[in-house]
């Protein structure tokens, strides 16, 4: 019940194109959905973040839509550029602080 | 300032060595984390502090022992460490009280040898 589940394990998008990325959850506990981006060797840095009562949230290129009754949210990545090269981890957050992370996506934008 | 601080960036040390991570954060975030990532995985709890106190450990092996000092510092005290606990440690610290964001550190490279 703890568990983000997050899906496709690895992606590869043509420049230009739209990454979407997709997780789900189990825990009503769960308030607060970010998202990370790491590169290697780097620690993770926070891209966006969606509360539950919100169904869109857009900064810049990166779109988050969340659906609190299928209890699914996804990151959708606009124009993506080879800079955009990463891992990307969707994460849940509970009112105890505590922050649970989905297993990762490893995404590959082709110049 | 959204910065966390770690240190050391790397670290090896050997299976009797008893040696410290330290964390650093002024952003006056009353949350800070460990967590722990190997390879290729994604980053996984360990320990929690709230106020200074010890709110959340995820059952780790008592050769990880954490350390509050303050509002702004967090240790992490390694002993009798094994080759499998090399991994990136990462520190983070977020505000507290919901909608919980966390900021993370980049991390100490350790390796166990």
């Known amino acids: 019940q703890q568990q983000v589940k997050q899906s496709p394990q690895s992606l590869i998008v043509q420049k230009g194109g739209i990454s979407i990325i997709n997780c789900a959850y189990e825990?009503?506990?769960?308030?607060?959905f970010p998202w990370y981006q790491q590169f290697p060797g780097k620690g993770p840095a926070l891209l966006i973040a969606?509360?539950?009562?919100?169904s869109e949230k857009k900064e810049g290129r990166f779109t988050i839509s969340f659906n609190k009754s299928a209890k699914q949210f996804s990151l959708h990545i606009m124009d993506s550029q080879p800079g955009d090269s990463a891992t990307y981890f969707c994460a849940a957050s509970t009112r105890d602080d505590k922050i649970i992370f989905g297993k990762g996506t490893r995404l590959h934008i082709l110049p | 300032d959204t910065e966390v601080t770690q240190t050391p960036k790397h670290l090896v040390m050997g299976m009797t060595n008893k040696k410290s991570l330290k964390c650093e954060q002024h952003?006056?975030?009353?949350?800070m984390y460990w967590y722990k990532q190997k390879a290729k995985k994604p980053p996984e709890l360990m320990f929690v502090y709230s106020y200074e106190k010890l709110s959340i450990n995820e059952s780790v092996p008592s050769r990880f022992s954490p350390e509050c000092p303050n509002s702004s510092l967090l240790n992490l005290h390694l002993h009798a460490l094994q080759p499998e606990d090399s991994a990136l440690y990462l520190c983070a610290s977020s505000q507290r009280g919901g909608y919980t964001e966390a900021f993370f550190g980049q991390g100490t490279r350790l390796t166990v040898v």
């Open positions: 825990n009503t506990a769960f308030d607060y």
């Open positions: 969606i509360r539950p009562d919100v």
């Open positions: 952003m006056g975030h009353r949350a």
